[in-house]
């Protein structure tokens, strides 16, 4: 019954090759989001999508760019890893309230090495 | 700037005994707190939320705006309470842009 699913767990990729990372939902949320989170430090938001709104966080670095071809996928597309950007790669979903932060649902992560 | 601080990294507690891990988070608006946990192998989920001023497995956390603090405590830990607390922000009504804390292992032994 896994809502927020994301493949593959596990991502080997070479220094500069870009990698993509697939992350899909059954929940129908309308907002999907990207987090990095790198050893021992806390997860940090790189972007995320209101529908097909694409909203940057100001420091999220040019290499990292996202899609959103429909409502149940997003992409994560790092152009150019550096040996930096060896991480664990969260998405997470939420239904938009007008109100107040609803939950947000996470999968289970893709962990990034780069060689 | 928005900040959210755990000063613990691990917190260890044998079964019984009261827990408390410690948040504290700097945001010029009206905060939406939240605890998230993460148990061994599996994904990051919501424990809590200050709005719901409910108790979710025996625990609780009470926002303290004065001392911008949202500890979450437990009165008589349990081994499986043991896991990857998480502390965060919520940015704004409607959306989960969290800030995060960066965690507190809590480790309850027998």
């Known amino acids: 019954d896994a809502m927020v699913i994301q493949n593959p767990r596990y991502q080997v990729t070479q220094f500069g090759k870009p990698v993509t990372l697939s992350c899909s939902q059954t929940l129908n949320h309308n907002v999907m989001y990207w987090y990095q989170q790198k050893s021992s430090q806390a997860p940090k938001l790189l972007f995320h999508?209101?529908?097909?709104?694409?909203?940057n966080e100001a420091d999220t670095p040019d290499n990292f760019q996202s899609r959103r071809p429909n409502t149940s996928f997003c992409f994560l597309d790092i152009r150019s890893p550096g040996l930096g950007d060896a991480a664990m790669y969260l998405c997470?979903?939420?239904?938009?309230?007008?109100?107040?932060?609803?939950?947000?649902?996470f999968g289970q992560g893709t962990r990034l090495t780069v060689v | 700037a928005q900040r959210v601080t755990q000063p613990e990294k691990l917190l260890s507690v044998f079964k019984g005994a009261p827990v408390e891990l410690k948040c504290n988070y700097s945001y010029s608006g009206s905060p939406e707190l939240f605890w998230y946990v993460q148990y061994s192998r599996q994904r990051l989920q919501l424990l809590l939320r200050?709005?719901s001023r409910e108790s979710i497995k025996g625990f609780t956390a009470d926002l303290n705006k004065g001392e911008t603090s949202f500890h979450l405590k437990k009165p008589f830990a349990q081994e499986e309470d043991s896991a990857m607390y998480y502390c965060a922000l919520g940015e704004g009504g409607g959306y989960n842009k969290l800030i995060f804390g960066a965690g507190t292992r809590l480790a309850v032994h027998p």
């Open positions: 200050h709005i």
């Open positions: 997470a979903t939420s239904r938009d309230s007008a109100q107040v932060n609803t939950e947000a649902f």
């Open positions: 999508y209101y529908d097909k709104d694409f909203n």
